[in-house]
């Protein structure tokens, strides 16, 4: 990028330092775009479209995030579906969704931005062969944007044909506090700041879910710029209606015994209840194994797919996990 062609590209408007406007990729979307939800009945219908089945307090802060270009905080326990709903709702809106998985020691560099160092040395040895003179021109070329590595947050914040990405930045518990520092420039004015070429700021803003397994503390600072979302265990109705439609292979009776005992055994002291995620997955392995009932046999030797901890199967298999069953059909025998 020219002098000429960097100068072009700083924003006025605002008064404080260059802007480089993001660059559109080029590459075509992945599906024709659609319209983002007129009311709170629609956003439930785009959900349940894609195969999400979400209750209206999630539809209704989900309408919110889109309407008012605000970020999403989703916080609740592992395998209630959070990550889910960024992916549905990239699939539903026909938007590229670019996923940041945090982790401890995630970076900038791994996160946002990188130079091209290799391509930037061969670049100064090339001008140097040449006889380039001009130091400042030379730092200008070296530092554009085509030795810039873009990682996820930088790709969203790129125009695309597709209208603005769908950017999830998942289970940000898992990254320092150091990190979340950062994203409140992000998340408050959808723009990175790059030092050598000033700010990249998105001429959409990407629709930004954040989610948290609440493994620590996410600071106030950072969740302010967010509309906030708890996502709980679903009732049993809400839970069945899910296995139903992610399991259509499991009888009916095998989903509702399924259901039931899932929903009796979050009552239990355990390490690590089990999330919507390991219900369907034990639907889908009992499905797998021709049950269209649950037996106590079947259930203490695929305990492992539901119970992720030694300590919690040991505590549950046996006659602990036949008392459940019987608890949990005599519920269902209730409620017919």
């Known amino acids: 990028m020219g002098r000429s062609d960097r100068e072009s590209c700083w924003g006025a408007e605002r008064g404080e330092g260059p802007y480089i406007a993001a660059r559109p990729t080029g590459r075509p979307p992945l599906m024709a775009p659609r319209p983002l939800p007129a009311s709170i009945d629609e956003t ?9 089945v979400a ?37 539903a809106l026909g938007r590229k969704l670019i996923r940041l998985q945090c982790y401890e020691g995630l970076d900038v560099s791994t996160a946002v931005y990188e130079w091209n160092y290799a ?79 000033g700010a990249v700021r998105a ?33 049993a109705e809400r839970e069945l209606a899910i296995v139903e439609a992610k399991v259509p292979g499991a009888s009916e009776r095998l989903a509702a015994d399924v259901v039931a005992f899932v929903q009796r055994l979050r009552q239990e002291e355990l390490f690590k209840k089990p999330g919507v995620a390991e219900t369907l997955d034990w639907a889908a392995a009992l499905t797998e194994l021709d049950q269209v009932a649950l037996d106590p046999e079947t259930l203490d030797d695929t305990l492992g ?23 949990a059909r005599a519920e269902l025998a209730a409620a017919e």
């Open 44 to 52: 439930l219908t785009l959900l349940s479209g894609a195969g999400y």
């Open 55 to 91: 209750d209206r307090a999630l539809a209704t802060v989900l309408f919110l995030s889109l309407k008012m270009g605000r970020p999403l905080f989703l916080e609740g326990e592992a395998g209630v579906g959070k990550t889910e709903i960024a992916k549905v709702l990239a699939e």
């Open 119 to 197: 391509a930037q040395m061969v670049e100064i040895r090339l001008a140097e062969a040449a006889g380039e003179t001009d130091r400042e021109r030379l730092s200008r070329d070296v530092f554009s944007e085509r030795f810039l590595i873009k990682r996820p947050i930088l790709q969203a914040l790129e125009p695309d044909p597709a209208g603005a990405p769908v950017l999830l930045i998942d289970e940000l518990d898992r990254a320092d506090e150091a990190f979340e520092a950062f994203l409140l420039e992000v998340l408050a004015d959808n723009q990175v700041s790059v030092p050598e070429i």
């Open 203 to 235: 001429a959409e803003p990407p629709i930004v879910v954040v989610t948290t397994n609440r493994t620590r503390e996410i600071h106030d600072a950072l969740k302010r710029r967010c509309l906030y979302h708890w996502v709980d265990y679903p009732d």
């Open 305 to 327: 797919v539901l119970l992720k901890y030694q300590d919690d199967i040991a505590r549950i298999e046996g006659s602990r996990a036949r008392t459940l069953l019987r608890e």
